[in-house]
């Protein structure tokens, strides 16, 4: 549907309206004096309300990508986050958060059990950070002079604290392990600018591109357009893997959708550059011929859509890759490459530099001083449930991950089986919606009530799940009916959790159970980020629970004992928290210690979007 731009007076009226929800102006006030000198934050201010009447994305295609809701989410008073965390985070009530002895047995099993699972974590680690292997590494900075991937984010990133997503995807796939789905995602600071970043590893086999290469490079696309973060891609790919050229090229959601979201990303305004480190063959060299600024580096950068080899069968004539689509001819002939540099390191300083022309206001360089948790972020590792049954009151881990331990609490004597308040994480106020127990229709209810108000407020939502994996049978019609009402109030919760339009940051910190999950904003409601602790079980059943095997269908015992084992297997490994994220079912796994460091990194790229001016822009940067 097109977008009609409201008359001039129209727009001079939702201008003063705008201002003064933006709190900038008196009620009085007959017309906006703007100030002759204006601030950082008036002009963000005057630009986004100039903005709010007629910058509307292209609404088909935040539809598409189901994003529409999150539009214009944050808040638009901008007012200094320092000023406020010193008057009010301190008057919070602080959480009691010590572990009592009646907790102390289950404390222990939960901690062996996090030991055992956080060492399989860092093995797994271990294994994805070396690529494609010693050897094929050796192939590719010995022989093809290039940069290892690792290496060449640290040229790229102001600094190497950056975030990586699923770095676990790609492992124990049907088809083989693929470590980091041959693509390492993640968000780093480039000239002091949150971005998103997607960077082939060529020693994955060529760096050539899987299904779940796709996929994570589509949810990489997805969380910059979610917090509309710029996107920079490094490329070095061999194209499609083609043994599975049928699961990657023509649906929906496959390899074209990653040029298709190019040029969408660009119409929204979120510029994206690209650097050319290796090979870009076939589909591959579409990622930097769609991107709006693009270098090419000599001798190691290449781009076309068909190689050498396919050049000699087709007219049995040989041409070396330079001369077929080095970075001279991209520069000089075919204009596919912006910028030519003659190393890598030029390159990335070339790229820094064309993101320093984006003329994007960093974020404030303000430091809020913040209190530390009273209690030790290493005692999360006994509170991490190893089963739903080992679940501990979620307040002992608020406790350590809310700034100095407080947490102004919302109906702390009503639905308990959910915790609902604020609090502040390294500075940023959040609200909470914790699982302490069954989702209840009291607390439901009061979970969609407490949704509601951050919407309203403008406050993002941080979930912290731990859903249980199964709900007593009605053994009366009373129950029948408690039930009934518990699910209608569940899904006036997920109605509340999917319409929110504030940031949501979900971590499976236990369950991911059935449809509770969904109310507890699961993947399938879009959190702009969803993390797992390691000890994260995610399935629809818990198969430790089962004592026969549904619908087995004959009375053979020994049979049934047997499948059972097997079913029982089965279901054991594919709830792990390692087989989700080697999926993308979620962004990464986290250790719990580290819980708060990355939940306030999130926070604040997702304030990053507050400074940008964001004005209409319906096409994409198209190459000349
Ligand atoms: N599909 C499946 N496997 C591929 C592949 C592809 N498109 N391209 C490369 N590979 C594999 C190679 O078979 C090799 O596997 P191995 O390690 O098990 O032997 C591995 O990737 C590395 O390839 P290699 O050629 O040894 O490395 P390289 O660094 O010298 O060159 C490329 C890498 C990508 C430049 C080169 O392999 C190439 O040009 N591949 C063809 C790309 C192509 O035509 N793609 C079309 C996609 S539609």
Redesign the pocket.
Known sequence: MPFLLPSPSLRAMWNTVALRSLGRLSPNAASPPLPRLQTLKNRVLERKSRDLHRGKQPAHILQDQGLERTRDVLPCRLGSNKAKYRRWAKTYPVLDGRILSVYRHVFEENLRNSEAVIKRYSELLETVSKG?GEN?IL??TQ??KKLFVRERLKLLLDDESFLELSPLAGLNMPYGDVPAAGCLTGIGKICGVWCVFMAND?TV????IYPIGVKKQLRAQEIAMQNRLLSVYLVD???????L?SELFPDKSHGGRVFYNEAIMSAMRIPQVAVVC??C????AYVPTMAEETVIIDKIGTLFL??P??VKAATGEYVSPEDLGGAKLHSEVSGCSDHFASSEKEAYECIRNAISTLNYDPLPEEVIEHDSPLYSSEELLGLAPQDYRCTLPVKLILSRLMDGSRFQEFKANYGTTLVTGFGHMEGHLVGIVANNGELSHDASLKGSHFVQLCSQRSIPILFLQNTAPHTAEPTSISQAEAHSNRLKAQASMMAAVACAAVPKITIVIGGCYGSESYVMCGRSFSPNFLFLWPNARVALVDSRHFSTVPQAGDNDCTRDESELKHLKEKLEEESSAFYSSARLWDDGVILPQNTRKVIAQCLEILEQQKYQVISPCQYPVIRM
């Open positions: 494609g094929a192939r590719h022989r093809n060529a086999k060529g760096g050539t790919s061999g194209g499609a893997f083609l043994p050229q290796g090979s063959v076939a589909g591959g068909a190689g080899p396919l």
